[in-house]
T-cell receptor
């Protein structure tokens, strides 16, 4: 069965600190996609990244980086030098190839304090 | 190319009324998905539609909820006789094939 676990319900950091958001997934499929979305207080979903199961290279985009490890079924997200504008709820999601349902985790609320 | 459009963005209904949520997919997209986000929770799949067809409604509550995606016009998610537990954010996504693009959501409040 598909499942996404975001064990951290809420994290608070002080501005400029680095923070890592954890995501652990379960799937029986060998081909799947992983996603991260940001949901700011305004409520919309902002797409951050899509990664397929065959690409285990870590990715960096500005202050954001992602660590994909199939051995531990994890797809963690790190924000370097956090800023107040990073305050939001972050969702990890999974989709198996050939299906259309995105399975979302319960989200991690990140509060960055000035 | 405009993104996925949803309206209204905010909807307030009294218990027992009907709620109609609209979703206009991105141009060229023929697949529409609806998700519901209850307060403090992640999004959960409700229904998948293609033009004039419901492909999978396994996530839809059995009663009061229905969805359509007509040949012309937006996809509609209809909730009849709303109850307080229906208060949530409803997101629509569209896709040409697999990757889904999400709309801004409709926040339904039932008073």
């Amino acid at each position: 069965a598909q499942k996404v676990t975001q064990a951290q319900t809420e994290i608070s950091v002080v501005e400029k600190e680095d923070v890592t958001l954890d995501c652990v997934y379960e799937t029986r499929d060998t081909t799947y996609y992983l996603f991260w979305y940001k949901q700011p207080p305004s409520g919309e979903l902002v797409f951050l990244i899509r990664r397929n199961s065959f690409d285990e290279q870590n990715e960096i985009s500005g202050r954001y980086s992602w660590n994909f490890q199939k051995s531990t079924s994890s797809f963690n997200f790190t924000i370097t030098a956090s800023q107040v504008v990073d305050s939001a709820v972050y969702f990890c999601a999974l989709s198996e190839s050939g299906t259309y349902k995105y399975i979302f985790g319960t989200g991690t609320r990140l509060k960055v304090l000035a | 190319n405009a993104g996925v459009m949803q309206n209204p963005r905010h909807l307030v209904r009294r218990r027992g009324q009907e709620a109609r949520l609209r979703c206009s997919p991105m141009k060229g997209h023929s697949h529409v998905y609806w998700y519901r986000q209850l307060p403090e929770e992640g999004l959960k799949f409700m229904v998948y539609l293609q033009k004039e067809n419901i492909i999978d409604e396994s996530g839809m509550p059995k009663e009061r909820f229905s969805a359509e995606f007509p040949k012309e016009g937006p996809s509609i998610l209809r909730i009849q006789q709303v109850v307080r537990g229906d208060s949530a954010a409803y997101f629509c996504a569209s896709s040409p094939r697999e990757e889904q693009y999400f709309g801004p959501g409709t926040r339904l409040t039932v008073t």
